[in-house]
């Protein structure tokens, strides 16, 4: 099986966890699971250990993996920190970043821009999966660099079900074009505060967060 199998599982296991049918504590059997999707055990445990990397799952020696869903503090404190990892990454690229990671954002930005015009929430999470990265990479420390893809691959699946929130893509698409142009001027404190903003789930954000996780729960 390709690597796709392997994100595509990954993707529809989020997905049963958040409606419910897969709950916290729930032991996930490979073998089960294999017959499910019609493959092979392999897409099934690369799958499990994608999502194993991003909290929602976690693997106990000789008892398996089980899902692990945070709780509403747990996952307020992780986009708080995600906020300032964020924001640190802008302030240094703002000072490092180059011309051609500069041109590459605007590419990304352009593809994002495709995205939120076909109302694709699922393209548009990989493209601005992209932006993240490009500025972390500029950032020019690999030490904040690790630490930063580490907690965004954990939040994956919140950030990625924020996007089908009504009216959010083209929020965060504003967003975006405010942080290449705070990283195009050098401006260190506009990108920290535009990039702790854009991550930030605070008071109502972090309330329709929880609702729509609810809705689709449901």
């Not at 919140?158 to 929020?171: E, F, I, N, P, S």
């Amino acid at each position: 099986m390709t690597e796709r199998s392997a994100d595509k599982i990954a993707t529809e296991l989020e997905q049963l966890v958040f409606t419910g049918e897969l709950s916290d504590g729930d032991r996930l059997d490979e073998i089960k699971l294999a017959k499910r999707f019609g493959v092979s055990r392999t897409p099934v445990r690369e799958a499990i250990q994608k999502l194993a990397t991003t909290g929602l799952v976690t693997q106990e020696p000789r008892r398996g993996a089980f899902v692990h869903q945070p709780g509403p503090v747990e996952l307020m404190e992780m986009f708080e920190v995600m906020a300032e990892f964020e924001a640190t990454c802008g302030r240094l690229a703002a000072l490092r970043i180059s011309d051609a990671a500069l041109a590459e954002l605007d590419a990304v930005n352009d593809r994002c821009q495709a995205a939120l015009d076909a109302e694709n929430p699922d393209e548009y999470y990989l493209e601005n999966e992209r932006f993240h990265h490009l500025i972390y990479e500029s950032s020019g420390n690999g030490f904040l660099e690790q630490e930063a893809r580490r907690l965004h691959r954990r939040l994956k699946p919140y950030r990625r079900v924020q996007l089908h929130l009504r009216g959010r893509m083209k929020q965060s698409m504003a967003e975006h074009r405010d942080i290449v142009a705070a990283l195009t001027e050098g401006d260190a404190d506009r990108a920290a505060a535009a990039l702790r903003g854009h991550v930030a789930i605070q008071g109502e954000k972090f309330h329709h967060l929880m609702a729509n996780l609810k809705a689709v729960a449901k």
